[in-house]
């Protein structure tokens, strides 16, 4: 199929997780660069002109360290709100 663009660092100097996060943080740069038609499409020219900006190794591995806090933080939360949330639709149906 043609409609696939594969990224893959060409070097060490960027870690493929942050090449991941930078993508997916660039969402609405590239929808803002998606060639107009029934199915707003990329092409490698318009993805191979995107500069990535890169920080040293260290500072990588201290952002993905920080980034996988959050996501545990953020996961935390939601199962700490689920679980409230259950307790009080079991005491909603204890009292009505």
């Given at each position: ?39 707003g499409n990329l092409n490698t020219t318009i993805v191979g002109n ?40 079991s005491i909603l149906n204890k009292v009505f």
């Amino acid at each position: 199929h043609d409609g696939f663009v594969l990224f893959q660092p060409k070097s060490n100097k960027i870690m493929p997780e942050i090449l991941y996060y930078i993508l997916w943080f660039s969402e609405e740069y590239f929808v803002s660069k998606r060639q107009v038609g029934t199915q707003g499409n990329l092409n490698t020219t318009i993805v191979g002109n995107t500069k990535i900006p890169l920080v040293p190794l260290s500072n990588q591995e201290n952002l993905l360290n920080l980034i996988n806090k959050l996501e545990k933080s953020i996961s935390d939360s939601q199962e700490s709100f689920n679980k409230s949330k259950e307790l009080e639709n079991s005491i909603l149906n204890k009292v009505f």
